[in-house]
């Protein structure tokens, strides 16, 4: 009787302590997959700076032959060329050009849109409607290229006869178009997440839907519409394979749409597809080209962000 | 008599701002319109200029000179591949880290940092990625243009986008399912294993389907890091006849993918070729349509289904 007591008290003593390291095991289970989810998170940050890191890199190599005021102020663009001249400004043009056409086409109707699915809209005309939109920004970039250059461009050609092949007009329309649902869908949201008493104070005040959209609405949605406008010329500064195909690869200095042109991303593209060799000037400019194009999207980015936090609404 | 008279300026104007109402409305449909009319032409067109050149030879041929005999079989074999590393490298890094930030993640500086660059990170071109793949992993790593360097690029690219949607899904997740967990005695990682990611599973999927949608037509990264865009043969087979029957020499092999396989063919100035493009674009915008139809529906079910 007594052994059995005494045996059945070591086996709960046993017992616990086994649980105790069984607790313990248990704690370091815990923090190791902490540490490995840290780490999972933490290499997001790795891949910002080895971005950061890769094209300053090879652009400091690039800039250590051709001169920061060089590369910003001559106007060609042709360092595959005997007479290499490296001037950014006319891929920057092209950039430009394509991309303002891009967002005239895509903010205005991508924020009529918006308004019209968010304000305007039945319940199911949305329902029906939005998930077309997100197919729609689903599609790849190089479809879209291919209907730019043979659905858009003769289609334009009959418009303008004088228009050549490629053209910045055809790219930057199609891009536009692109865009919209990036635009559309982002500015939607922000629009639907106006606390609905703002509208019924304006509906009680006899405003019509037209009114209390732009007038309470919008400007109460503004950080998100602002955000949203921000995407879109991202999208637009870096859309690489509509460009490429359709508006040429010819560096030009121009800001006529009506031209061809080449923007950074298609230059880009075209270095790729030769054969550069590892190292050599060509191989640089890309890095070169690659950071000019980050830092534009930044700007827009730190703008964004500005203005945002200048017209924050809190209700 | 001048009450009449405001009374009759009051209607002037309501009247205008009726019309405006009207006109606005007018405009909304519209814009919508152009924006899915232009899906329509797009697709039209690709299909009458693509339907003819599809056929089985068509998926089982090699690229070629001949246009009427070229195909897209090294490009579809070269997708499969790529989208299978992408996915295998993504997926558990992109869970992983969502899971962080939205269970572990202390309220600090460090914590907002890594979320201000995740949002960034979904900004940045792609071509970007494609530069950061051509001089680290081509180069530094030495992995060449290999069917391994391209998944991970595009792996990058679409990281962003499953932690956007893991953490969007886990915060669905209300907070007493999390009490209930830790009340049973649960360990945090016991309640996200056992609780959380089964919960969200379907959101998470969503994410990783459209993300993995867009890796698919992505194009722009995989051409930076150099890939070639003709491609007569087919990476080694991963599965052998010997000890130990699996073999990754396929990672290392050169491949092509659709979306190259058709900017190769677009860029010819045969007008042959330009059928052949549209027949592989149609082909990838049903996979892309369909992938991203499969998202929506899911997150339709889901919405509709669960009630906490």
């Keep these: 009787m007594y052994s059995k007591n005494v045996k059945s008290t070591c086996e709960k003593i046993s017992r616990s302590t086994s649980n105790l390291q069984y607790s313990y095991k248990r704690h370091i289970k815990e923090k190791v997959i902490e540490l490995l989810l840290f780490l999972a998170a933490f290499f997001s940050i790795l891949i910002t700076f080895s971005i950061v890191f890769m094209l300053v890199k090879e652009s400091f190599a690039f800039f250590q032959q051709v001169s920061i005021w060089e590369f910003l102020t001559d106007t060609q663009w042709t360092p595959l060329f005997n007479d290499a001249h490296y001037g950014i400004l006319p891929l920057i043009s092209g950039t430009l050009v394509s991309s303002t056409v891009a967002l005239l086409v895509a903010l205005p109707l991508g924020t009529t849109i918006a308004i019209y699915l968010s304000e305007f809209a039945s319940y199911t005309v949305r329902e029906i409607t939005k998930p077309f939109l997100e197919l729609l920004g689903g599609i790849p970039t190089i479809v879209y290229g291919y209907f730019a250059l043979l659905f858009v461009t003769p289609l334009l050609q009959i418009i303008f006869p004088d228009l050549p092949g490629f053209s910045l007009l055809s790219a930057g329309l199609v891009m536009g178009i692109m865009i919209i649902p990036y635009v559309s869908s982002m500015t939607e949201d922000a629009m639907r997440s106006v606390p609905m008493h703002l509208r019924e104070g304006s509906y009680a005040m006899g405003a019509t839907r037209f009114q209390t959209a732009i007038r309470v609405v919008m400007p109460a949605a503004f950080s998100g519409i602002a955000a949203a406008y921000i995407l879109g010329i991202s999208r637009a500064v870096g859309e690489t394979m509509v460009v490429a195909i359709a508006a040429g690869m010819q560096p030009n200095l121009t800001w006529n749409p009506m031209e061809q042109a080449a923007t950074i991303t298609a230059y880009i593209v075209q270095v790729s597809l030769g054969d550069l060799p590892h190292g050599s000037i060509g191989y640089q400019t890309i890095f070169a080209a690659g950071l000019t194009l980050l830092l534009i999207t930044l700007i827009f980015n730190i703008l964004g962000h500005l203005l945002r936090k200048r017209y924050r609404q809190a209700y | ?308």
Excluded: C
């Design chain 2, 1 to 308: 008599m001048n009450e009449e008279k405001k009374l009759e300026e009051l209607r002037v104007v309501i009247a205008r701002h009726r019309r405006w109402d009207l006109i606005f409305l007018i405009a909304g449909v519209l814009a919508l319109m152009i924006a899915l009319l232009t899906f329509m032409a797009l697709f039209t067109q690709m299909l009458i200029d693509g339907m003819p050149r599809l056929s089985w030879d068509f998926f089982t041929s090699f690229p070629s000179r001949r246009p009427e005999s070229a195909g897209i079989l090294s490009a579809w074999v070269g997708t499969t591949l790529v989208m299978l590393v992408t996915a295998i490298s993504a997926v558990p890094l992109g869970i992983a880290a969502g899971v962080y930030l939205e269970e572990y993640a202390p309220k600090n500086l460090f914590t907002e940092l890594i979320e201000i660059n995740v949002t960034n990170l979904a900004g940045v071109p792609s071509i970007i990625y494609g530069l950061l793949a051509l001089g680290l992993f081509v180069y530094q790593l030495g992995l060449g243009q290999s069917i391994l360097a391209a998944g991970l690029t595009l792996a990058l690219l679409i990281l962003p986008i499953v932690i956007v949607a893991t953490r969007e899904a886990i915060r669905t997740i209300p907070i007493v399912i999390r009490e209930g967990s830790y009340a049973l005695g649960a360990t945090k990682w016991e309640t996200v294993a056992d609780h959380l990611l089964p919960y969200s599973a379907p959101g998470i999927l969503t994410g990783v389907i459209i993300g993995l949608a867009r890796a698919i037509g992505e194009t722009a990264p995989i051409i930076t890091i150099g890939a070639l865009t003709f491609i007569a043969f087919l990476p080694p087979s991963p599965i052998k006849n010997e000890f130990p029957f699996i073999s990754f020499e396929w990672l290392a092999a050169p491949f092509t993918v659709m979306p190259i396989q058709m900017f190769n063919w677009v860029s010819r100035p045969e007008e042959e070729f330009q059928s052949n493009a549209a027949a592989a674009g149609l082909i990838l915008v049903v996979m892309t349509l369909a992938m991203n139809a499969l998202a929506i529906y899911l997150r339709y079910r889901m919405r509709k289904k669960i009630k906490w």
